[in-house]
């Protein structure tokens, strides 16, 4: 008898998904009005093997909008719902506000190329929290080359078992290229690091002329070429040659001065009694004076007190 009553009430009861019941999940008001939206931007290039962020390292957020009011959707099954990560072609709706269905989303799914690993690794999967979530590490494994678009972009749609019946419009970031990793070996750096070798500047090539020529002189971190910019900025000139115009100098400079410096400082006293001294940031520049128990900031100082 107990099997029977069993075998009744599985029947009467909703379909159950690892344990749970299947979520039920109901229209927004003008019916079809939910939307996944990505709220970050990626940081590009990406590379085969680095790690997908969003802009300056930031992690990448997603909501569930309902597009009638533009609001989060905070509360009720879809609020909390689970959604899959996927590769889609990068000419895939260039239109943010161009609606599609869910047939024509996943006929622009991208997978592995034959015989290769899957083309992204890491967490495929998202679970939505009061409508918000956060990409886990991800991470590609093949370029974009190979595609028409020669462009991919990340989506995001609705996990199987959730919210069936209802539209849940997927997400899709900006298109993006996807380069080999060796490419990254030779990749400047925004900003570049004051440990940085030098040919990560910019119009500085690896084991190019103007390396050589910097090498030759011992410069051979960023930090290095910085300290020469204040030291002798025309001597620094002259180590480039030539082959370096104005406008390539200016942009090298522009790009070495986004360096983020390190905060250490330097104090030269004037004499063993340490009463007076003069302070220095790591690439020599000057950052005030000691005198007596007081200190006076760059900024501070007249034009005879920094020559003096």
């Known amino acids: 008898v107990s099997e029977e009553v069993e075998r009744a009430l599985a029947k009467l009861a909703p379909p159950r998904l690892n344990g749970r019941s299947s979520p039920k999940c109901l229209e927004g008001p003008g019916g079809g009005s939910l939307q ?39 509360t009720g099954p879809e609020a909390s719902m689970k959604l899959d990560v996927v590769v889609l072609e990068g000419d895939f709706c260039n239109e943010d506000d161009e609606d599609w269905t869910q047939e024509e989303f996943d006929s622009h799914l991208v997978k592995e190329r034959p015989g290769k690993r899957p083309l992204l690794t890491g967490d495929l999967q998202v ?19 190979w ?39 030779y990749k400047k750096h925004y900003p570049p690091a004051l440990n940085d070798e030098v040919w990560r500047l910019e119009k500085i090539g690896k084991d190019g002329s103007f390396h050589k020529r910097l090498s030759a002189e011992g410069i051979f971190t960023v930090e290095d070429f910085l300290r020469l910019v204040v030291r002798d900025q025309q001597k620094l000139r002259n180590i480039l040659g030539s082959g ?16 983020v410096l390190s ?46």
């Open 127 to 145: 679970t939505l929290k009061e409508g918000v979530g956060t990409l886990g590490d991800l991470t590609f494994t093949d370029n974009s080359s």
């Open 36 to 74: 996944l939206r990505f709220r970050s931007r990626l940081s590009l290039p990406l590379y085969t093997g680095g790690k997908v962020e969003g802009e300056q390292g930031a992690a990448i957020h997603i909501v569930l909008v309902d597009s009638n009011t533009a609001h989060v959707v905070t």
């Open 263 to 308: 905060g250490k400082l330097y104090v030269y006293y004037t004499d063993d009694s340490r009463n007076s001294g003069v302070v220095f940031n790591n690439i020599y520049e000057l950052n005030g004076l000691i005198s007596g128990e007081q200190y006076f900031p760059a900024d501070s100082l007249s034009d005879s007190q920094k020559v003096g």
């Open 147 to 185: 595609i028409r678009s020669r462009k991919f972009r990340l989506g995001l749609k609705v996990a199987s078992g959730y919210c069936e019946g209802v539209r849940v419009r997927e997400a899709k970031t900006e298109a993006f290229t996807v380069k080999d990793h060796r490419g990254e070996l």
């Open 244 to 259: 370096m115009s104005n406008k390539m100098w200016e942009a090298l400079l522009d790009h070495a001065k986004t360096c």
